[in-house]
């Protein structure tokens, strides 16, 4: 079973930042992607960043240029850079990682992030 904790949401202002950690119970190379979802209330959850095994990353439209996702192999974790945080950022963030081999995601236990404007 994949252990996945994340840590660093909080309540911030608008225009403020955060940075978000998922510390992975695995190597990320076990992982053939990580990334982050979140969900509002009463929304479906969407996917915010992903990263693949490779490397190469993808975000959603309404944080591109404002989120950043990294990783650190020796730590086996992935980060979530927030950056001018707006109000509608609000939600709980998931960190989810896929097992190579496997067609599903494993979750983590979501970490809240409240923009206050």
């Known amino acids: 079973q994949v252990q996945l904790v994340e840590s660093g949401g909080g309540l911030v202002q608008a225009g403020g930042s955060l940075r978000l950690s998922c510390a992975a119970s695995?190597?990320?190379?076990?992982?053939?992607?990580m990334g982050w979802y979140r969900q509002a209330p009463g929304k479906q959850r969407e996917l915010v960043a992903l990263?693949?095994?490779?490397?190469?990353?993808t975000y959603a439209d309404s944080v591109k240029g404002r989120f950043t996702i990294s990783r650190d192999i020796a730590k086996k974790s992935v980060y979530l850079q927030m950056n001018s945080l707006k109000s509608e950022d609000t939600a709980v963030y998931y960190c989810?990682?896929?097992?190579?081999?496997?067609?599903?995601?494993?979750w983590g236990q979501g970490t809240q992030v409240t923009v206050s404007s």
């Open positions: 695995e190597s990320i190379f076990s992982f053939n992607a």
């Open positions: 989810a990682a896929r097992l190579i081999g496997r067609g599903l995601y494993d």
């Open positions: 990263m693949l095994n490779s490397g190469t990353t």
